[in-house]
């Protein structure tokens, strides 16, 4: 059995849910006479993504990518590999990066300039969660879900060790958990 952390509730699955719907529909506004493609950054990003897209009115494509970066996931290295590309092109697309979480902004800042070296008609991030203190580099974010602190987090999809993706909440890791083996 998946064990269950004791860390505190950062973000109820109420407020979890209330946002994304306002995100939304957001989205549906913006992208109302657009060709929407949803790229989800695997794995993190797949509870995300499956709420968001249910709270979309436009019509949309998902595609799914797989990176990882060189480094522990509290220290990203800033040097990404593709694991899984896209399944189809998004030249001429109006493509929108799903993302779990931005922390230090290296792993998006990759992948930003690999999507738009295909040529997408335009590119644009959505992320649930963004740690402005740990920021490295500069990233554009659209859409933002919560800003949080500099705090290791899991639930709704993120992980610490492959564990804790199940809970419908975001919750900080438990202090007694080193953070540095945690994975995407
Ligand atoms: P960045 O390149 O430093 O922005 O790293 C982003 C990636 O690191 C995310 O997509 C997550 O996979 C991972 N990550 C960063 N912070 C956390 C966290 O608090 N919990 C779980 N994963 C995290």
Known sequence: MSPSPTGEVLISS???AG?????GAQISRDYADKDLVMVGVLRGAVVFIADLLRSLDVACEIDFMAVSSYGSSRDSSGVVRILKDLDDSITGRDVLIVEDIV??????NYLMRNLRAR????????ALLTKPERRRVDVPIRYTGFEIPNT???GYGLDHAQQYRHLAHVAELPEDVDPGSGTR
């Open 14 to 16: 109420e407020r979890l």
């Open 19 to 23: 946002r994304v719907t306002e995100l």
């Open 152 to 154: 290791f987090v899991v």
């Open 103 to 108: 922390d230090s902004g290296l792993t998006l």
């Open 119 to 126: 040529d997408p008609a335009s590119l644009e991030v959505c």
